[in-house]
């Protein structure tokens, strides 16, 4: 089952929900292994094992990564890991917890570029006031089983073998002496470059362990840690101690005690995308989705109009994933995942929908623009679904600026030029600057990455069968905000400042901003 993205999530601001999904999370993960199945594309047999949630702050608008956050805020980011890791990790009668969650990224990571050698200066202040405090209240709250070491170096230290984060706050001032801490896939052979420039493996391999990392991923550099002891670079008693960690987190889960014994065994492949965690999705998406702007009461559409439905996300249902979506088609396609194209056709009853793609995401490709604008020129009103997908903004990717990446900006001019009234659909991982637009657009609904049912969803709140919208769980900047702010500076107080605690500027949309189609007084 995919639910929509954290960003989504976020947005409903419903603890329920977030623990729901740390539930199902975990009762499919189980009934994976039970099943002996695989990772998609690899040997590797489905585990119980979970590196998430991911609550590093969304700092920078162009952070690569913003799909797979919560949001900005670390109140919100260590609330909705708290009641996540608690759906994720209850146990049963014996003790044995549904599945072993991790923390992620331990901490101070939000720049993809130079990833895994970069070296940001952090203030003592910034540390406890942003960077620091949503792991602790989940760690406190929450007792996850550990956290996976970030590549950037904090003050010079890389995180991986940051002796202050990893043992003086996470283990011993936060009460944690049993937090297993792996590392980021090659985290601990980046040791070999900048800041610390390691000469061998052995080093390498010691500075991390001394440092409190006690599973390497990614690489083979702990294979040294033999030599590394025989060098006195390190003692046999931080490798016990690492062992120790590592053995009862095995312990813990069940993985030595007769099957019969612990009761998440019994999950199979019914307990898998099953109807009632298909309906919870559903729910969860209603909440996720954020009405920004909804001008003369347009929405919602009564059917039976004339639809065009243009973009170039219309009829892609893989770019409605964040970026660690895993297999959602049985059989490794997207092919079973609603477009939007569809579902408008769906609901629209009695009606004409014309689907039109226009534009790809990132290409000067116009040949489609024409087919597009004569669509929208004979439709009572326009539906446009644009945004990103992994090309513009992924791991290991950032964006460059806010803007709508390729000739999406002048197919929305030339559609809002027909005088067709044009419902925006924004999909997207970090926010878009769109304050060019507002004054003639008729509704914008900020769609995140909706998840498997988000078409369906969407189509639903167009035309009014859901009212269940959510609330922005970012700021969303003006374009010319990144010409302020250096992106690899993590001073978060810096002119304009960094989220709605520190910007001095007027947003687009603050923090918290959301409408409904329900009229208040």
Known sequence: STFPGPLGMAASFNASLWFAKGDVLATELRAFSNTNWHRSNVDN???????????????????????????????????????????MMQADAAGHPKMLAYLKHFTAYSTETNRQHSDFNVSSHDLWDTYLPQYEMAFRSAQPAGAMCSYNAVNGRPSCANGYILRDVLRNQWQQPNAHITSDCG????????????????????????NGTDLEMGSQVYASLAEAVARNLTSSTLVEEAFRRAARILFRGGRFDPPATVEWNAYGVQDINSSA????????????????????????LAPGQRVAVVGPLVERGDALLSDYASLVCYDGTYDCIPTLGASVTAANKGGA?????GVDVNSNNSSGLAAAVAAAQAADVVV????????????????????????????????????????LLLNNGGPLAIESYLNRTAAVMETFNAGQFGATV?????????????????????AGYVTEQAMNNYDMALYPGRTYRYLVQAPVFPFGFGLSYTTFN
């Open 458 to 478: 969407m189509a639903k709140a167009l035309f009014g069968q859901v009212n269940n919208f959510g609330k922005l769980p970012y700021t969303v900047y003006p």
């Open 45 to 87: 047999q489905i585990q119980y094992t979970g590196f998430g949630p991911n609550i590093n702050i969304a700092r920078d608008p162009r952070f690569g990564r913003t799909s797979e956050l919560p949001g900005e805020d670390p109140y919100l980011s260590g609330t909705y890991a708290t009641h996540m890791v608690r759906g």
């Open 187 to 210: 985290a601990i052979s980046s040791l070999r470059g900048a800041p610390v420039f390691a000469p061998d493996d052995a080093t390498a391999a010691a500075v991390a362990l001394n």
């Open 277 to 300: 965690t298909q309906a919870l999705v559903h729910e969860a998406t209603a909440q996720s989705l954020v009405l920004l702007q909804n001008r003369h009461g347009i929405l919602p």
């Open 353 to 357: 929908t014309t689907v039109v793609p």
């Open 384 to 423: 446009a679904f644009l945004g990103t997908d992994k090309t513009i903004e992924r791991e290991g990717l950032d964006r460059v600026n806010l803007t709508l990446p390729g000739l999406q900006g002048l197919l929305l001019d030339q559609l809002l030029a027909t005088g067709t009234p044009v419902v």
